[in-house]
């Protein structure tokens, strides 16, 4: 019973993601900014599509921060340093098929806080 709920949830997220990824994209002046959260971790990273390259990244397991929303406003912080020294100030948000509430909301707002533009 409980793998036939985690599969139908994993089916669902990654619909959502096909549907969102397939409107997207980034280049080197508007990267794609991409969040992964897991159970413990949260991590974020902007995207050049058209290279094919990561620009910054913000890992909180290396910083040794949970994936709660307290801890995801560090990160967003660390994320917002990285692109101010890569000269980047607005991004397209990719939420990954992640619903748009709890950290994923958080760490949003914390970057808009920080000054990044979506």
Same mark, same amino acid.
């Given at each position: 019973m409980l793998k036939s709920i985690q599969k139908r949830k994993n089916k669902l997220r990654a619909q959502r993601k096909a549907r969102v990824r397939g409107k997207i994209f980034?280049?080197?002046?508007?990267? +794609?900014?991409?969040?992964?959260?897991?159970?413990?971790?949260?991590?974020?990273?902007?995207?050049?599509?058209?290279?094919?390259?990561t620009l910054a990244a913000a890992d909180g397991k290396k910083m040794g921060l949970k994936a709660n929303q307290e801890d995801v406003k560090q990160v967003a912080a660390e994320m917002a340093k990285a692109l101010a020294a890569k000269n980047i100030d607005a991004v397209v948000f990719d939420r990954n098929g992640y619903l748009y509430h709890g950290v994923v909301a958080s760490f949003a707002?914390?970057? +808009?806080e920080a000054g990044i533009k979506f």
């Open positions: 980034g280049t080197a002046e508007l990267p +794609r900014l991409t969040v992964f959260k897991s159970n413990k971790h949260f991590y974020a990273q902007a995207i050049d599509d058209n290279a094919g390259a707002d914390a970057l +808009r």
